[in-house]
């Protein structure tokens, strides 16, 4: 459920028509709706009610400031994977000991900096990266909180490049080793090991392969207490699926996540954490976008768009199907005929969808990107000099532009020419 709905033959986003943002602010653009991230936020929140809890939206999913105070406003944590998402998170106004830093690859100076501004607790994901934020928390002094993440092996029936609970995967520790890492841990000076991570992909559509990861990690959370270790919070990733087409998907709902949850863990007194980033943020957004050029090709047809892999990659990088809707309803009875919707960067791959069934479009005609919200501007890239896109964010009748977008004199003066030149 989002509030991206036609009024009146016309796209609004909540109470704005989307044409008239597009009027002000030019196309291509990313646009969101606070409704629909309060809802989603709200609706994990609900989900978890009578467990102590906190939701740490996983913010790689779209980490514009505005996104950010948002949800900090609501009561969020954050889950981060960079410095940068650290600071952006204490920059949006959110406290450290509600920032969980999450990767599998995090620096010295990024464990630092955390260390340093506060942090509600590190996942780690290896044994030398243990003993990297154990020396640097020794040298400051301070000791660390952390998780290990466990890799449970199991399958999440997603795609490949999102899939990352299966052993062949870079993630965490496998759990068959977890008994020999926690006392490793618990014998290095500058840590506390307060409990367990488990984060097994994105995108998951069915509930089963949670259930098999949160069976094990249950099983881990017993043995490890048994073994002396004070296991008193679960990380439990994201991970849920959203429908990125109308009709034919129905991703399990937050409520039966969260009756999972109980059912699986609820027995053991942990505080839980979850990590959501796709649901709160995928139906939230869309990208809204202008049709260049319809162009007839040998046996297809070619709809030319202003918006490119370089501002939303997923098709591209992922094979993801988006809904593509024009900003003008169609009336009822339309007919519909295929195109290949494309974008002018100078790759083949540059293609939103092939045969995709639309009305009939012309030059000048605006369409937009359903479910957007996550994992679309932040992937985004300047690539062939297109400027990133403004970002703006609907809230009832109003709206604001909440990233501009970059002239190309800005875009060039961010490089430096060496003296020798
Ligand atoms: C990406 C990621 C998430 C969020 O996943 P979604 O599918 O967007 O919910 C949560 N935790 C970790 C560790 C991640 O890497």
Known sequence: MDHFLYRDGALFAEDVP??????????PFYCYSTATLTRHFQLFDD????????????????????????????????DVVSGGEYARAKAAGVPGDRIVFSGVGKTRAEMRLAL????????????????ALSEVAVALGTTAPITVRVNPDVDAKTHAKIAT??????????????????????????LEVIGIDVHIGSQLTELEPF??????????????????????????????????????EAPPL?????????????????????????LVAGNAGILV????????????DFLILDAAMNDLIRPAMYEAHHDIVPLKEPAPGTEQAPFDVVGPVCESGDTFAKGRMLPPLAEGDLVAFRSAGAYGAVMSSEYNTRPLIPEVLVHGHQFAVIRERPTFDEIINRDTIPEWL
């Open 116 to 131: 340093e501004g506060g942090i509600r607790q590190f996942n780690v994901e290896s044994e030398p990266e243990m003993v």
């Open 211 to 248: 259930r098999l990861a949160y069976e094990k990690v249950a099983e881990l959370t017993e043995v490890l207490r048994a073994d002396g270790h004070d296991i008193r919070r679960l990380d439990l990733g994201g991970g849920l699926g959203i429908p990125y087409t109308r009709s034919n």
């Open 254 to 278: 937050p409520t039966e996540y969260g009756q999972l949850i109980r059912e699986t863990l609820g027995h053991l007194g942990c505080e839980i954490e979850i990590e959501p980033g796709r």
């Open 165 to 190: 609970g299966k052993s062949e995967n870079k993630f965490g520790i496998p759990i068959s080793r977890a008994r020999e890492v926690y006392a490793e841990a618990a014998a290095l000076p500058g």
């Open 18 to 27: 989307v044409a008239e943002i597009a009027a002000q602010v030019g196309t």
């Open 47 to 78: 989900a978890l009610e009578g467990m102590d809890h906190l939701v740490c939206y996983a913010m790689k999913a779209a980490s514009n400031q505005a996104i950010l105070k948002t949800l900090a406003d609501l009561g969020a944590g954050m």
């Open 289 to 300: 976008s202008k049709v260049i050029y319809v162009k007839s090709g040998e046996g297809r």
